[in-house]
């Protein structure tokens, strides 16, 4: 037994070989991102008919309506990713293997994020061209949004994989889940848009990306998922204990 354990995968390894796993279950059937996008261009309709135009003109409110969308493509998404893993009891296999925990939990985070991070890179374009009628690829157009929503995705997709292993025990699990996972992402919402408010991001004729944004602002944009992926692999296997 104890030969059997000193065999067992480590971190790095364990956290590499669920990424790959879950990476391919995620482009596996690609239906669940094309959704997603169809369910942003929805998104993109219903803001175009309910605000007036002047709204779009400033690219602040463009971003935060970003960031709204991405929220609510975190839940369809996190959700989908846990009940694929609860199909043929593959989690309680997983919980039996000799495996880093963390490296389990975190493997799965960066999976789903980097799904997160094509439909970031997709949706930004889309939704410049379909609310303001214009694309505008430079550092504040693309580069500050990018960044700013990519680190957003992280600390959601830490907090969906938390969330979705708390409610996952419940008979209304559908329900429970989003109503978890938006209050307590509000957090990063709030610290995301003041990022993109603040002074550390306004144009300046010429600046580079790392210019607009400052270090200040790159730690508040990524404190949350620090904090959300720490935790996270700290009680992953309390959290999963239930199953």
Known sequence: MQNRLSNAPGFAATLRRIFWKDTALEWKNPAGFVALLLFALVLVAIYHYAMDDAVFRDPRNLNGIMLATLFFASTIQAGRNIHAESEAGA????????????????????????????????????????????F?????????????LSA?????????????????????????????????????FILTIGVLKSGSVQAIAGAGLFERLSLPAMITLLAPAGLYCGLGSLLYYALAAEE
């Open 136 to 148: 505008q690829l430079s550092a504040g157009g693309f580069g500050v949004p990018f960044v700013a």
């Open 152 to 188: 957003a995705a992280l600390s959601l997709a830490a907090l969906g994989v938390m969330l979705a292993y708390i409610s996952r025990g419940s008979r209304l699990k559908e329900i429970l889940f989003p109503l978890l996972l938006l209050p307590s992402a509000l957090p990063v």
């Open 91 to 134: 989690l309680r296999v997983a919980l039996m293997a000799p495996a880093d925990a963390s490296g389990y939990y975190l493997g799965k985070v960066f999976a789903i994020w980097q799904a997160k991070l094509v439909f970031i890179a997709l949706f930004i374009p889309l939704y410049q061209l379909f609310l303001t009628g214009r």
